[in-house]
């Protein structure tokens, strides 16, 4: 364990900046609330020309295309679902370069409503020596009796923070420290890299009390060990700290090692027409999770979590034009979990929010976030090729300088395409790019993003 007593460390106590809020900060609260405004009425617009579209049309999907060039007929098949493979290739500062392979496995379990159920993993390995083995579980039982839904993870990983709050890193601990020796820097030099083994085991399991509302109970373990902090500098006279050191350090971690291993409840309710890519309906959760020294926590704490899900159809013709809503929020007590275990972007189930920004690149003890995706046919008869607009905005706050949600929020933006691949069970090849505040990302997944 470390001895803190060599250290009086109270770093995180820094003054907040102070004054009227900057227009800049008003205009992304404006985008922020308006999310929901914006693509409904583009969406609207266009229903006019979606309900001219031919209803005899039938939707088809990547199988239909390959046959047809190899003049081959259609099979007749039982089969509810398949299995989906695709390469995974990227790049990017943090990871370098990326590549991998990955799948879904669609199905569904005897019962005349029985829902979709899904099963997706990978396997990534990067050119800084990162490897990444995923595994997440939606299953719904015979007649959506029970539904399992599970986040499986381990990574040898390397990734940057910035310190708590949507602000960060302008009111981060590394721009203090800069700022004392007046150097001029930028958001990317202020990145503070960190090296970490990653284990993550969260499984959950709900019983349906009635037509759409389940509740249950899960196991939720996150787990942090080797952790490098590479800017860190404790030498004397040219000491450079961190957050995750800091904050540790104030809190009583260690900096390089901690976990949170919780119990938890929740409750669900979800209309969804399809969990894979739903065209309407909702789903809704909200859920309490207790952190236990007994099981081996480095503190008790008790924190929570709400998610929605929304999808409003905009077409009575063509079932692929709808507009999608998605907002989450996360709240845990100041200094009861460990740094890197705090409510962060891309930590979702599916690591899917904050498009346009790194994962991680957002982090606080309490954090809200909000989405809003139109998605449209581009295939007007076939249903093969989609495409999506979507907007994003984050907010976490930072209690120890007295950052509230909403005093900081960090909007994303994009567009995407999507390719049909498995039509019975709606499974889309998502191709989509992102852009954040002096950020980028590209993104190649199996399903919707949410």
Same mark, same amino acid.
């Given at each position: 364990?470390?001895d803190?007593s060599?250290y009086n460390i109270d770093?995180?106590? *820094?003054?907040?900046n102070?004054g009227?809020?900057?227009?800049?900060?008003? *205009?992304?609260?404006?985008?922020?609330?308006?999310?929901?405004i914006?693509?409904? *009425?583009?969406?609207?617009?266009?229903d006019t020309?979606q309900n001219?579209?031919?209803? &005899?049309c039938?939707?088809?999907?990547?199988?239909?295309?390959?046959?047809?060039?190899?003049?081959?007929?259609?099979?007749?098949?039982?089969?509810?679902?398949g299995?989906?493979?695709?390469?995974i290739?990227g790049?990017?500062?943090?990871?370098?370069?990326?590549?991998g392979v990955?799948?879904?496995?669609a199905?569904?379990?005897s019962?005349e409503n029985?829902?979709?159920s899904m099963?997706s993993?990978?396997?990534?390995?990067t050119t800084?020596?990162?490897?990444?083995f995923?595994m997440?579980n939606?299953?719904?039982?015979?007649?959506?009796?029970?539904f399992?839904t599970?986040?499986?993870r381990y990574?040898?990983?390397?990734?940057?923070?910035y310190?708590l709050?949507?602000?960060?890193?302008?009111?981060?601990?590394?721009?203090?420290?800069?700022n004392?020796?007046?150097?001029?820097?930028?958001?990317?030099?202020?990145a503070q890299?960190?090296k *970490?083994?990653?284990?993550?085991?969260?499984q959950?399991?709900s019983?349906?009390?009635t037509?759409?509302?389940y509740i249950?109970?899960g196991?939720?373990?996150?787990?942090?060990?080797n952790?490098?902090?590479?800017?860190l500098n404790?030498?004397?006279?040219d000491?450079?700290?961190?957050?995750?050191?800091?904050y540790?350090k104030?809190? @009583?971690?260690?900096p390089?090692k901690y976990?949170?291993?919780?119990?938890?409840l929740?409750?669900?309710s979800d209309?969804r027409d399809?969990?894979?890519?739903?065209?309407?309906?909702?789903?809704?959760?909200?859920?309490?999770?207790?952190?236990?020294?007994?099981?081996?926590?480095?503190?008790?704490?008790?924190?929570?979590?709400?998610e929605g899900r929304?999808?409003?159809?905009l077409?009575?013709?063509?079932?692929?034009?709808?507009?999608a809503?998605?907002?989450?929020?996360?709240?845990s007590?100041?200094?009861?979990?460990p740094?890197?275990?705090?409510p962060?972007?891309a930590?979702?189930?599916?690591?899917?929010?904050?498009r346009g920004?790194?994962?991680g690149?957002?982090r606080?003890n309490?954090?809200?976030y909000?989405?809003t995706?139109y998605?449209?046919?581009?295939?007007?008869c076939?249903?093969l090729?989609g495409?999506?607009?979507?907007a994003?905005?984050?907010?976490?706050?930072?209690?120890?300088?007295s950052?509230?949600l909403?005093?900081?929020?960090k909007?994303?933006?994009?567009f @995407?395409?999507?390719?049909?691949?498995?039509?019975?069970?709606? &499974?889309?090849?998502?191709?989509?790019?992102?852009?954040?505040?002096?950020?980028?990302g590209?993104?190649l997944?199996a399903?919707?993003?949410f």
């Amino acid at each position: 364990m470390y001895d803190s007593s060599n250290y009086n460390i109270d770093l995180l106590r *820094f003054h907040a900046n102070s004054g009227v809020r900057p227009i800049k900060f008003i *205009f992304m609260r404006a985008i922020f609330m308006l999310l929901g405004i914006l693509f409904p *009425f583009f969406a609207f617009a266009q229903d006019t020309i979606q309900n001219k579209v031919d209803t &005899t049309c039938v939707q088809i999907d990547m199988s239909d295309v390959i046959r047809k060039a190899f003049h081959k007929t259609e099979k007749v098949s039982d089969k509810s679902g398949g299995l989906l493979l695709f390469p995974i290739i990227g790049s990017n500062p943090a990871i370098g370069f990326m590549m991998g392979v990955g799948g879904q496995l669609a199905f569904k379990r005897s019962g005349e409503n029985t829902h979709y159920s899904m099963i997706s993993g990978s396997a990534q390995y990067t050119t800084k020596n990162q490897m990444l083995f995923l595994m997440k579980n939606s299953i719904y039982s015979k007649n959506n009796k029970f539904f399992l839904t599970g986040d499986w993870r381990y990574q040898i990983f390397s990734q940057p923070t910035y310190g708590l709050g949507t602000d960060a890193p302008e009111d981060g601990i590394l721009d203090y420290q800069y700022n004392l020796s007046g150097q001029e820097t930028s958001i990317d030099s202020l990145a503070q890299p960190l090296k *970490f083994n990653f284990l993550r085991f969260y499984q959950s399991i709900s019983y349906n009390i009635t037509r759409s509302l389940y509740i249950g109970a899960g196991y939720y373990l996150d787990s942090y060990s080797n952790i490098v902090d590479e800017k860190l500098n404790l030498t004397p006279g040219d000491t450079l700290l961190t957050s995750n050191y800091a904050y540790s350090k104030k809190y @009583g971690f260690n900096p390089e090692k901690y976990a949170s291993s919780a119990i938890g409840l929740n409750m669900v309710s979800d209309t969804r027409d399809n969990m894979i890519n739903a065209y309407k309906g909702h789903y809704a959760m909200i859920s309490w999770n207790s952190s236990l020294k007994i099981l081996g926590s480095d503190k008790s704490a008790d924190y929570f979590s709400m998610e929605g899900r929304f999808f409003q159809p905009l077409s009575k013709t063509n079932p692929r034009h709808l507009i999608a809503f998605w907002v989450m929020g996360e709240s845990s007590p100041e200094g009861e979990l460990p740094y890197l275990i705090l409510p962060a972007t891309a930590y979702d189930q599916r690591s899917r929010s904050g498009r346009g920004y790194a994962q991680g690149r957002f982090r606080g003890n309490q954090m809200m976030y909000a989405e809003t995706e139109y998605r449209f046919p581009i295939s007007q008869c076939s249903g093969l090729w989609g495409g999506v607009l979507f907007a994003n905005a984050t907010t976490a706050n930072n209690p120890t300088l007295s950052v509230d949600l909403f005093d900081s929020i960090k909007p994303g933006y994009g567009f @995407g395409a999507r390719l049909m691949v498995d039509k019975k069970s709606r &499974t889309n090849l998502a191709m989509d790019i992102g852009f954040g505040e002096n950020s980028f990302g590209f993104y190649l997944s199996a399903g919707e993003t949410f």
